[in-house]
């Protein structure tokens, strides 16, 4: 694939996830699900008004910023309004920050996809595979935070590997634009740390294998041999495509290059500053309440929440239960005699069967993308399996490939970043939500695109089937779903055909 071909691509991708973000926006002139919380909070900056919320404060800053700039630009006003954030406001002032924020997050994950492996092809499928997911779609179109843990952890990562791909005097640059990007995203929620932590972790890793092969003795033909056996086991097409990509196959072949100070540093103390920083405003907007004293009532806050049952809130949903989407959330619900009827801003939905037509927005992300990524990160789990521990097992002796290919950074790299974002969630018993998964998710996406790509450029046609399959699959569940994505007007028949399993309701 040419660059120009590759550029048109990002620039469709990008095209695509503005147009499905902004499209409708103000379809709802009410606030949708956490709305009630997040742009009220947004709008009580610009109003100064305390508030108490149990999140750092960056992502209502946000959501103020957009209410801010909206308002005052004279050609952008929408006549239909509501009073419900405390001001009179359209849902575009409180909504198109984040549809706009959002947009960015599929250009991000191809460029980090183009870094860890230089391949075009790779990247465009994982920019349109995010594109095409539910979750995401919904989070961006409402004044939530969630995208924005998401934005700020990926801009992050994507900085740390340009970093590394950088000439050394031009490296500092891009730690410090990444130091700042994981402030904000720990700055949203707190489990943004988790991105912080994937690079931390991959960069351990670097430093354990260069020391280990320091450490091993091997000739050169047994080093040769290693490498040749680390591409076989770890590539499901032929030696020879990676081979003719000559050495620079990955920014994470150079994780050696950056030291311990320039982590500490730029990793550690800039993102602790960028996070100290950010709650200055809040800080002085809400006098109650100190530094300390502000974490310490966060952390109540959340063990306040109770156990992980339907007893606390009827869509609680325990980590297991994220990536095969049993228990997805419906963020808006309500019934109309016909497309023609206005909709009520506030109040219960009409009683069951009364209403012939249904606005149902669903938090639930690409059904046949979910599964199909969750099957990638199982895959590359085996493939690594097959690579040290069998080794290991038959030698009676550990032993590390001196080359590893690109395939075994690649699935290190996606395999360590999803079990960081998902792992500690394992241990939380306080009521978690799917939309918890989003930071792990991403790297669900990247793998089954990868793993979507080898097929497609595989030399049996059997695989090229299953990569166009696969493809056509995640593309057509995207169209499927799209209507309880956007809030579309369905009939009880069209919406029930999109309700697969009643855990779904």
Known sequence: MTKKWFQIGLVGIFTLSVALRFWGLGRF???????????????????????????????????????????????????????????????WNYRWINALSGSFIPLIISGIAYQISYRRSFALLSGL?????????????????????????????WFFLLALASPKQRRSVYLIVAGIAFGASVSTKWNGLFFLLGIYLIWIIGWIWQLLIQATPQTTDVIDDLSASSTNNSSITSINYWQSNDQNLSSLQKLTEINIWQIFLFLGIIPLAVYSLVWIPHLQLDTRYGFIEVHKEILAFHERLGGNTAKVHPYCAAWYKWPLITRPMAYYYQTAQSITDP??????????GTGKIIYDVHAMGNPFLWWFGVAAIVFLIWMLVLEFVI????????????????DTWIALYLVLNYATNLVPWMKVTRCAFIYHYMTAVVFAFLAI???????????????????????????????????IYLGLPLSSFDYKMRIWFSSWI
């Open 343 to 352: 909709l009520p801003v506030l109040g219960p939905p009409l009683p069951s």
């Open 29 to 91: 002139n009410t606030l949708v699900f956490d709305e009630v919380y997040y742009a009220k909070f947004g709008n009580n900056y610009l109003n100064h008004v305390p508030f108490f919320d149990g999140h750092p404060p960056l992502g209502k800053y946000m959501i103020a910023a957009g209410i801010w700039l909206s308002s005052h630009v004279p050609f952008w006003q929408d006549p239909v309004k509501n009073g419900l954030t405390g001001s009179l406001l359209s849902p």
């Open 449 to 483: 695109a990868w793993l979507v790509d080898q097929c497609l450029h595989s030399y049996y046609r059997e695989l090229r089937a299953v990569g166009v399959t696969i493809s056509f699959l995640i593309l057509a569940a995207f169209m499927f779903w799209m209507p």
């Open 391 to 406: 080794p290991w097992v038959k030698q009676k002796r550990f032993s590390v490939p001196a080359r590893p290919s690109v």
């Open 129 to 157: 595979f995010t594109a095409c997911d539910g979750i995401f779609l919904v989070e961006s179109r409402y004044a939530l935070i969630n995208i924005y843990i998401v934005l700020f952890g990926l801009l992050g990562q």
